[in-house]
Each structure stands twice: as structure tokens, then as C-alpha cells.
């Protein structure tokens, strides 16, 4: 049974860093492409980091390049999200999801495989 966990968010101050977890289970993880998503106050789901099967394969969208770092242990069936010079815009609940990959990249955009989503972590920036 598909099984996806994050954590790690919390209240920060503009500037400030927080590290997100991922930890997944009932799936074959180091064969999937695993994705964050993040979904802002009334606003839709948007895929902002991918990482591939390979560990080189990585995505950032626009909004998060040079801010944020996704990195995977697949030992530990695990995805996480290093977050620095966090922003108010940056305020969203944070998912994590395998998505589709063609051989070991993310497809863009990014779109979940499951219709299945963790309860994800609020992440809240604010002074």
C-alpha cells in the first residue's frame, strides 16, 4: 500500500531554512522519480522539484532554482527538500509524489502517477 509521509515544515522568519522530509513506503523507490509539490493558500498544486532515478537527474521550477535543493537516500526510501532564504510567497503546504519519468528523468511538467497524496507539511514564513 502506497504510503507517503512528509514532514519537517513549520514557522520560520523571511531568510530562515527549513529541511523537508519524505519518507515513502509500498512502492519500489529507488525505481521512480519522486517530486515535491507545493500548494499555496487557495491556489493549485504545482510540482516545484523532481529528482530522478539517477541522483544527477534533477528539476527545479523557476520560482525555487538556486533556493532550494532535493536530494534521495534510497536507503532510507527517502526524498528531502533543503529550503534557504525562505520567502513569504513561499508559504504552502509541501507534498511529496512519484511521477512520470522517461528512462531516469522527470517528465515535465511534473504530474503525480498516483491519485494519492500524503497529508503533506505546512510551511509557514512569516516575521
Known amino acids: 500500500q502506497l504510503q507517503l509521509v512528509e514532514s519537517g515544515g513549520g514557522l520560520v522568519q523571511p531568510g530562515g531554512s527549513l529541511r523537508l522530509s519524505c519518507a515513502a513506503s509500498?512502492?519500489?523507490?529507488?525505481?521512480?522519480?519522486i517530486g515535491w509539490f507545493r500548494q499555496a493558500p487557495e491556489m493549485g498544486r504545482d510540482g516545484i522539484s523532481c529528482i530522478g532515478t539517477a541522483h544527477s537527474s534533477i528539476y527545479y521550477d523557476e520560482s525555487v532554482k538556486g533556493q532550494f535543493t532535493i536530494s534521495r537516500d534510497n536507503t532510507k526510501n527517502s526524498i528531502y527538500l533543503q529550503m534557504n532564504h525562505l520567502k513569504p510567497e513561499d508559504t504552502a503546504v509541501y507534498y511529496c509524489?512519484?511521477?512520470?519519468?522517461?528512462?531516469?528523468?522527470?517528465?515535465?511538467?511534473?504530474?503525480?502517477?498516483?491519485?494519492?497524496w500524503g497529508r503533506g507539511t505546512q510551511v509557514t514564513v512569516a516575521s
Open positions: 509500498g512502492f519500489t523507490f529507488d525505481a521512480y522519480a
Open positions: 509524489a512519484p511521477v512520470a519519468r522517461l528512462n531516469s528523468d522527470c517528465i515535465l511538467p511534473l504530474s503525480a502517477i498516483y491519485n494519492y
